[in-house]
């Protein structure tokens, strides 16, 4: 039998759908169903993040294995993190495609196959980064997502997001190249990222003309940046049921036991709202405060998607599928940051 991440490779013919459960949320009005917890994969790749000196491919690996064990199948990624590993085989799509091959063989019929989403990057001299031609015409989204998939390892991609908006690339013309990226069966499903709620909504219309849902928008969302709520964003993601994905959730590590310890967090703003959290975490059986943070915005109707290095890690993020916090807490938490 193949080793897990070993180098033979595995790749399923079927995908199984997980039941409908507390564990898993569909993806806006499309018929994908994703674990109410994610895990992005920003660092994966990225030497100035530890990759290759503090982490590496046998520690991520061993995460991935983790987290489709412990029920987390949403994965997001982009062309771009860890560009600099293209060359080399190590960049953050070719991680995720590698590891997605090396499942064993002997998995169970009831393990959750990964549901895997990445980004196309708006900018027209992205071709620096990761090769491929300039980017000015509408075609240039279908160029980079076959990129991506021959990095990816497959033929089509669950999710595909626009990164962010661009001047150099319309509303229209970027919500017409998803519709034909669907139209190809080169994804499943489209979204969209740091749109502003005037943007979705213009996106959401524009595809809903060629029939095409807009399944998401993934924008910063944690309890230190709650503008999403604040700003109507979150209630017009809900009333035209369009995903949530929150990046940054534990607003790069402010949202951590670990900040809690450090002396500058100690004498900041920051530091009754942590202290309300390590309460909350120690009330429901000895809970971190990033799986509060992350319970938080779960209670709130995002898809958080911390970064994972290691099983630790993973095991953490996978105990947010079974607890929550209360509602109640979810008020506390949220008049305790009103105070920074």
Not at 62 to 85: H, M, P, S, W
Not at 150 to 167: A, C, E, N, S, W
Not at 270 to 282: A, V
């Amino acid at each position: 039998m193949p080793t897990l991440c070993a180098s033979t490779p595995f790749v399923a013919t079927a995908r199984f759908v997980p039941p409908q459960t507390s564990k898993f949320v569909p993806l806006g009005r499309t018929s994908l169903q994703v674990s109410k917890i994610g895990i992005g994969t920003l660092q994966w790749g990225d030497p100035s993040s530890g990759f290759g000196s503090s982490f590496g491919e046998a520690e991520l690996c061993g995460a991935f294995q983790q987290l489709l064990k412990g029920g987390i199948n949403f994965i997001d990624t982009a062309e771009v993190y860890g560009y600099q590993g293209i060359k080399s085989g190590t960049s953050a799509e070719q991680l995720v495609g590698k590891f997605s091959k090396q499942r064993s063989e002997n998995a169970s019929d009831t393990e959750t196959l990964p549901i895997i989403a990445t980004k196309f990057f708006t900018i027209p001299w992205s071709n620096f980064l990761v090769g491929g031609g300039f980017r000015l015409g509408r075609k240039s989204l279908l160029e980079a997502l076959r990129r991506s998939l021959q990095r990816l390892g497959r033929k089509r991609v669950d999710l595909y997001q626009i990164h962010f908006p661009f001047p150099t690339l319309s509303n229209a013309a970027l919500m017409e190249s998803l519709k034909e990226s669907v139209e190809l069966d080169l994804t499943s499903a489209v979204g969209v990222s740091n749109y502003s709620k005037q943007q979705m909504e213009e996106a959401d219309d524009l595809l809903a003309k060629f029939g095409v849902p807009l399944a998401s928008n993934q924008v910063r969302f944690n309890l230190l940046h709650r503008n999403p709520d604040k700003e109507g964003l979150l209630t017009a993601c809900k009333e035209r049921n369009i995903s949530l994905i929150a990046y940054s959730p534990l607003a790069s590590g402010s949202l951590t036991d670990k900040a809690l310890m450090t002396e500058s967090t100690k004498s900041g703003k920051s530091k009754p709202l942590l202290e309300l959290m390590e309460k909350i975490g120690t009330n429901h059986n000895g809970k971190s405060i990033s799986q509060v943070a992350l319970s938080y915005l779960i209670m709130k109707g995002a898809i958080p998607i911390p970064g994972c290095k290691n099983e630790f890690q993973a095991r953490s993020h996978c105990e947010l599928l079974d607890w929550s916090i209360t509602m109640d807490e979810v008020k506390m938490l949220e008049e305790a940051a009103e105070n920074i």
